[in-house]
């Protein structure tokens, strides 16, 4: 065992000894997510590195403590990606933390998201065991698919040691193209074009002035995206400052997010079809519809969830205002009963002592 996931197992077995609750911890860059963190950090920054890269396979394996700006470049130098295109939220971001928060960015309503692309996990459990789950082929699960579990567990279950992950070439060819419509029309219209073999990717829309803006990301082969420039119209954009503003809506860094100060940022989980929510202020819309943004007071909470809830999706207290950002619960939507109950029934299996911060999903617990 590498020392420093030996010395991972031993601060565990030892927690598990003395009742020590312990937060799982990389960057810190994803900390604001989940219920506030509470117990000793523990850190899986020490054991990093990429173990393995085939690229003519389209898959690496890399331990937990990698930077995640690391393994992009790694990928790129091969023309290779994370279709994904996992939040970073800061510079220090792992690809543990990538896999335990489970977030994706702009392209996820097209590619899928990240536990699509987890082929294999090591983890160490509760009990300081180091277990191995799926391996580096796509057809490889037998029972649980505890590799896929993991994403989004938010260390619930224990440390991922190391992660192998399938890879795609980057595309040959992107465009962006910008249209001025209001969010009804924008919902209609990305629905529509999703019927048709275009090469959507990814899609924003945003209200600006007295109507919106609607931002369409194209990617796949030249042919095809130049077919679908001359098909769909409107104004397409300069090819570097469109990355440089899909990075930002990956990182929530464009300047409707930058309003979120002394409000909650909420983000909504909807079907694509879902129309135009009953709420106050403008959201941020992607995935075609299927993700909205949403910044509210704090007394607004309910009526987020409900009208979310009313079209058959669910609501997440994504930030809470700076103000209250270590004291508010609740972040999360209620799991169902039966649901839940299979949640709790895989931590305990997985962290029989309760050495984890299991709090992050579960504020009851």
């Known amino acids: 065992m590498d020392p420093a996931l030996r010395q991972i197992a031993e601060r565990i077995r030892a927690a598990a000894t003395d009742g020590t609750l312990l937060r799982i911890r990389g960057g810190g860059t994803k900390d604001f997510y989940g ?126 040691a190391e992660l ?34 275009l090469p959507l990717n990814a899609s924003r829309w945003l209200e600006e002035g007295r109507a919106g803006r609607l931002w369409l990301r194209l990617r796949g082969a030249v042919a095809a995206v130049a077919a679908a420039c001359t098909h769909l119209g409107g104004e397409r954009q300069d090819d570097a400052q469109a990355r440089a503003d899909w990075q930002a809506a990956r990182d929530l860094r464009l300047p409707w997010f930058g309003e979120h100060g002394a409000r909650d940022l909420w983000r909504l989980s909807v079907p694509q079809a879902a129309p135009v929510l009953a709420l106050e202020g403008s959201p941020l819309v992607e995935w075609h519809g299927g993700q909205r943004w949403y910044l509210a007071s704090p007394d607004e909470g309910p009526k987020l969830r409900a009208a979310a809830h009313a079209v058959g999706g669910h609501a997440t207290l994504f930030m809470p205002s700076a103000d209250r950002r270590h004291r508010v619960l609740g972040r999360f939507d209620a799991l169902s009963p039966p649901l839940a109950r299979i949640h709790r029934a895989l931590v305990r299996e997985f962290d029989p002592h309760a050495v984890f911060h299991r709090g992050r999903l579960y504020p009851a617990d």
């Open 35 to 160: 219920e506030p963190p509470q117990g000793e950090p523990l850190s899986t920054t020490a054991h990093a590195g990429i173990v393995s890269y085939e690229p003519s396979e389209l898959v690496v394996t890399a331990r937990a403590g990698t930077p995640l700006a690391e393994l992009e470049a790694l990928l790129a130098a091969q023309g290779q990606c994370l279709p994904f295109e996992p939040p970073h939220f800061g510079q220090g971001s792992t690809a543990g933390g990538m896999v335990a928060a489970g977030l994706s960015g702009p392209a996820r309503a097209s590619v899928g998201a990240v536990r699509d692309y987890v082929l294999g996990a090591t983890l160490i459990n509760g009990r300081g065991e180091l277990l191995t789950f799926g391996g580096q082929v796509m057809k490889n699960v037998a029972g649980y698919d505890v590799s896929r579990v993991l994403a989004g567990s938010l260390g619930v279950l224990g440390v991922v």
């Open 164 to 197: 192998s992950l399938k890879v795609l070439p980057v595309a040959p060819a992107e465009a962006t193209l910008a249209f001025e419509c209001n969010q009804a029309d924008a919902l209609r219209l990305v629905n529509g074009w999703g019927g048709e073999p």
